[in-house]
């Protein structure tokens, strides 16, 4: 073969010549050149295979919850999607503020982190994503471009909840039961109870019986302005020992979540207590349902009368000296015995009168020794007082509500 077809043949073939001329004979040797595939890999005679190169940059397709999301269940998961699986190596995002929890889904595309308990209500959520070449990448070694800042703002603890665990404890005259299918977390589960302090189970209340229809008027369903919840509330924060204000704050819930969970019960039962001004005048006081007494009482006088309505006691003394100013300018000390105040300067306690059952006092309740030493360790803080005008409603069983 000529030189010259040789030489067409390699060219044909698309070769590099290299011609050496050996005991007079010119002989050409070729290297096919490598075909470039659409991964970036190659192929061909005298090749060998290369990495995998990314296909683009990595994208954060989705998030949930959303950033700018409000009132947001803080005990729930959230997971970020990207455009392709994340490496098991890959650095993971970071929460402010932090919490107990796990991420999981490496190796996929969607990343979630697990919350142990979940975060505190009105907290605002920052979820940052790192970008660039100490970022999040793909399997394949795709970056995501550059840092992503996502945030969200969790919701508040529902009152409703507040009910559901305080009846539970034994600090409402109300029992709680479920709706049939309801998911309930159990008492020791940490993160059920957050969830559901988010988003109370639906169920239905029914008054426990033996309480006058009276105390009715105060359970509004289960608005925090109720007073028998606001009493509770109070009674819940004196056995624990913080301020006693009545309101559900953050160290309430924390408190009560714990209660829960150890399964605390209130201690001191449930009270209510009505001093009614009818004549005679009494008082009457129920606890767990029962009536535990009923005796005679004494009110206020016409210059100094006591307050109608309803308020949880707030006070209590074993002993006191009481002090005040009288009707006419002159002022008083007295010692008195099991004292309950449920008003500012009005209480139901130990007064020694030649007889009890008509107004005499200047706006307490006024009960003698026997029947103040009875009352009081029932009297306990949060407890109801009513003071009526008239007539009592004969006990009996409350309708559910």
């Given at each position: 073969?000529?030189?010259?077809?040789?030489?067409?043949?390699?060219?044909?073939?698309?070769?590099?010549?290299?011609?050496?001329?050996?005991?007079?004979?010119?002989?050409?040797?070729?290297?096919?050149?490598?075909?470039?595939?659409?991964?970036?890999?190659?192929?061909?005679?005298?090749?060998?295979?290369?990495?995998?190169?990314?296909?683009g940059?990595?994208r954060?397709?989705?998030?949930?919850?959303?950033?700018?999301?409000?009132?947001?269940?803080?005990?729930?998961?959230?997971?970020?999607?990207?455009?392709?699986?994340?490496?098991?190596?890959?650095?993971?995002?970071?929460?402010?503020?932090?919490?107990?929890?796990?991420?999981?889904?490496?190796?996929?595309?969607?990343?979630?982190?697990?919350?142990?308990?979940?975060?505190?209500?009105?907290?605002?959520?920052?979820?940052?994503?790192?970008?660039?070449?100490?970022?999040?990448?793909?399997?394949?070694?795709?970056?995501?471009?550059?840092?992503?800042?996502?945030?969200?703002?969790?919701?508040?603890?529902?009152?409703?909840?507040?009910?559901?665990?305080?009846?539970?404890?034994?600090?409402?005259?109300?029992?709680?039961?479920?709706?049939?299918?309801?998911?309930?977390?159990?008492?020791?589960?940490?993160?059920?109870?957050?969830?559901?302090?988010?988003?109370?189970?639906?169920?239905?209340?029914?008054?426990?019986?033996?309480?006058?229809?009276?105390?009715?008027?105060?359970?509004?369903?289960?608005?925090?302005s109720?007073?028998?919840?606001q009493?509770?509330?109070?009674?819940?924060?004196?056995?624990?020992?913080?301020?006693?204000?009545?309101v559900?704050?953050?160290?309430?819930?924390?408190?009560?979540?714990?209660?829960?969970?150890?399964?605390?019960?209130?201690?001191?039962?449930?009270?209510?207590?009505?001093?009614?001004?009818?004549?005679?005048?009494?008082?009457?006081?129920?606890?767990?349902?029962?009536?535990?007494?009923?005796s005679?009482?004494?009110?206020?006088?016409?210059?100094?009368?006591?307050?109608?309505?309803?308020?949880?006691?707030?006070?209590?003394?074993?002993?006191?000296?009481?002090?005040?100013?009288?009707?006419?300018?002159?002022?008083?000390?007295?010692?008195?015995?099991?004292?309950?105040?449920?008003?500012?300067g009005?209480?139901?306690?130990?007064?020694?009168?030649?007889?009890?059952?008509?107004?005499?006092?200047?706006?307490?309740v006024?009960?003698?020794?026997?029947?103040?030493?009875?009352?009081?360790?029932?009297?306990?803080?949060?407890?109801?007082?009513?003071?009526?005008?008239?007539?009592?409603?004969?006990?009996?069983?409350?309708?559910?509500?």
């Amino acid at each position: 073969m000529s030189l010259t077809s040789l030489r067409g043949r390699i060219v044909a073939l698309g070769g590099v010549i290299v011609l050496l001329l050996v005991a007079g004979v010119w002989i050409a040797l070729t290297h096919a050149s490598a075909q470039s595939t659409a991964d970036g890999s190659s192929n061909g005679s005298g090749s060998h295979s290369s990495a995998k190169t990314p296909v683009g940059p990595l994208r954060l397709v989705s998030a949930s919850p959303a950033s700018g999301a409000t009132g947001v269940n803080g005990a729930g998961d959230i997971t970020i999607t990207f455009s392709a699986p994340v490496a098991t190596t890959s650095p993971l995002p970071t929460i402010t503020p932090s919490v107990t929890g796990s991420w999981q889904g490496a190796g996929t595309d969607t990343l979630q982190f697990v919350p142990a308990t979940g975060f505190d209500p009105s907290t605002q959520v920052t979820v940052q994503v790192p970008g660039g070449t100490q970022g999040v990448r793909s399997e394949q070694g795709s970056l995501l471009g550059s840092t992503k800042q996502l945030s969200f703002q969790t919701g508040t603890y529902q009152t409703a909840r507040l009910d559901q665990l305080l009846a539970q404890l034994g600090y409402l005259p109300l029992t709680w039961t479920p709706v049939q299918g309801a998911s309930v977390p159990a008492a020791t589960d940490a993160a059920g109870q957050v969830a559901a302090a988010y988003s109370p189970p639906p169920g239905l209340w029914t008054w426990q019986s033996g309480y006058p229809s009276e105390l009715q008027n105060f359970w509004d369903g289960g608005s925090a302005s109720g007073l028998i919840v606001q009493g509770a509330v109070m009674a819940f924060e004196a056995n624990e020992g913080l301020t006693m204000d009545g309101v559900a704050g953050p160290e309430v819930w924390t408190a009560l979540l714990k209660a829960v969970a150890a399964g605390q019960n209130n201690p001191n039962g449930y009270t209510y207590a009505i001093a009614s001004e009818a004549d005679p005048e009494t008082l009457t006081i129920w606890h767990n349902g029962q009536v535990v007494l009923q005796s005679l009482a004494n009110t206020g006088i016409e210059a100094a009368p006591t307050t109608l309505g309803t308020a949880p006691v707030y006070l209590r003394y074993r002993y006191q000296i009481m002090r005040g100013t009288n009707p006419d300018g002159t002022t008083y000390a007295d010692p008195v015995q099991y004292v309950s105040y449920f008003r500012s300067g009005e209480a139901v306690h130990y007064f020694p009168r030649g007889s009890y059952g008509w107004p005499q006092s200047l706006g307490c309740v006024e009960l003698d020794l026997s029947d103040a030493a009875q009352a009081w360790p029932y009297l306990t803080y949060g407890s109801l007082v009513t003071v009526a005008p008239g007539a009592l409603t004969p006990a009996g069983s409350p309708t559910a509500g």
